[in-house]
């Protein structure tokens, strides 16, 4: 079955309240026994379910999930094009896919992400209710060339997001990650397609955890926004703050590139000034100090040879 043939039933659950088959089986035009099947299904998927006899179905604690319409009234100053699909395999490999028919500012969300892809090969999978999992496609005058930064203006347009939901403390990874308290809280993968001399047009993908901290396929602990927040947050509130300050930072990144965000990625970077260890594309391994980054957005890094700048690669502390 497709996750999101489930949803239907996942969303007459979402309140938290008991449900009987009977009830269910009507609302959603189904047999009692698709019901159980589907029922199966989503426990099948990692989503537990009370089951009591005669009283029916609930799930543990009521569900946040995500409404479009809501949505849309809430970006209209935004100006982007909002889509919502309850099951998708990765938002931007769909995006990718229908990058030459689609406006710039076109925003696709997902309630299910079954396949979501990051960095080097990596997985960001994301149930429903927990996390956002979303994409955003904008089209720049200028080539690929001039895109070298973007993930990482991105990173500080969603660290002040996060802040203008209430926690502070966010931090940047370079290159594409977020960090709260030293865990991933999320990360980022931009795709970009066109010339060199232009236009082009980028996928911006955006995996943030909101109510729950998934386990991270390459070891790493993972943190989700809820747990600073002091207060309850609505993912259609989160979701709100990150699209309007990615459109705010992505204008700016089209006037005047990545420099105009680098003091601030600077201020917000977890490991400046650290002894890191950089794990090349072609798996090197290079040691030093993080010292900086440059107008393109590469890392600078210092060790026994010098300053060395760094174009790709996954960063790591180092123990002392």
């Not at 026994?33 to 009521?62: F, K, N, S, W």
């Not at 009234?73 to 990765?90: G, I, M």
């Not at 969300?109 to 080097?120: F, L, N, Y």
Request: with cysteine; proline share 4%.
């Amino acid at each position: 079955m497709n996750p999101g043939d489930a949803l239907p039933l996942l969303r007459l659950l979402a309140d938290g309240r008991f449900h009987s088959g009977d009830a269910l089986a009507t609302a959603l035009g189904l047999s009692r026994a698709t019901v159980c099947q589907r029922m199966d299904h989503l426990e099948a998927l990692g989503i537990v379910c009370h089951r009591i006899r005669g009283r029916g179905y609930q799930l543990p604690a009521p569900l946040d999930l995500l409404d479009p319409d809501a949505l849309r009234v809430a970006l209209a100053d935004a100006r982007v094009t909002l889509e919502c699909l309850p099951q998708v395999a990765s938002t931007n490999t769909e995006l990718l896919a229908r990058a030459d028919a689609l406006a710039s500012g076109h925003v696709l969300v997902t309630e299910w992400q079954t396949g979501g892809r990051g960095r080097q090969g990596r997985h960001w999978l994301a149930p429903p209710g927990q996390g956002l999992t979303f994409s955003l496609l904008w089209r720049f005058a200028g080539g690929v060339g001039a895109l070298a930064g973007l993930s990482l203006a991105i990173g500080v347009a969603l660290a002040r997001a996060c802040r203008e939901c209430g926690v502070d403390g966010v931090q940047v990874k370079w290159p594409n990650d977020l960090l709260l308290h030293g865990r991933k809280l999320a990360g980022v993968l931009v795709e970009v397609q066109g010339d060199m001399l232009g236009p082009s047009v980028a996928v911006i993908g955006v995996g943030l955890n909101v109510h729950a901290a998934p386990a991270l396929d390459e070891g790493q602990s993972a943190a989700a926004l809820g747990e600073a927040a002091g207060r309850a947050l609505s993912r259609n509130d989160v979701l709100c703050a990150l699209i309007r300050q990615m459109t705010v930072a992505l204008r700016a990144f089209e006037m005047q590139g990545f420099a105009s965000f680098r003091n601030d990625w600077r201020d917000l970077h977890a490991w400046q000034g650290q002894l890191v260890e950089v794990i090349r594309p072609d798996a090197g391994r290079q040691s030093g100090i993080a010292l900086d980054i440059d107008d393109s957005g590469a890392l600078l890094i210092e060790g026994p040879t010098g300053v060395s700048r760094v174009l790709s690669g996954d960063v790591s502390l180092r123990p002392a």
